[in-house]
């Protein structure tokens, strides 16, 4: 398979590809599942101030800064392999083309 662009997504894009599992997955990975490499620990007080992009694999890849110290982290919500995922992603990634 090809390499995807990388794909910046904005609140209602993210809204509109994720179902309400994946939603509360991604709510879950913000508030207690990004590793803060400063406080060596998962983000104590969560990630505030992210942006959501689609990488090349059509992973979702999550950049913020911790709430408790405002350090950079990174987080990769792993959806890629979800076959439902990828056929509304690659429909998506169709519709904005132009
Ligand atoms: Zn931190």
């Known amino acids: 398979m090809k390499k995807q662009k990388e794909l910046k997504l904005n ?3 993210l809204n509109v590809l994720l179902n309400e599992e994946e939603k509360q997955d991604f709510q879950f ?3 207690n599942g990004v ?4 406080c060596k620990a998962v983000c104590p ?3 505030v101030d992210y942006t959501a992009s689609l990488d090349d ?7 913020g800064h911790c709430a408790a110290c405002g350090h950079k982290v990174v ?3 792993e959806l890629g392999e979800d076959r439902s995922f990828f056929e509304k992603v690659m ?3 169709q519709s904005i083309q132009n």
């Open 11 to 13: 609140p209602f894009q």
């Open 29 to 31: 990975l913000l508030e």
């Open 35 to 38: 590793y803060c490499n400063n």
């Open 45 to 47: 007080k969560g990630v």
């Open 57 to 63: 694999l059509n992973d979702i890849r999550i950049e």
């Open 75 to 77: 987080r990769i919500m």
């Open 91 to 93: 429909e998506f990634r």
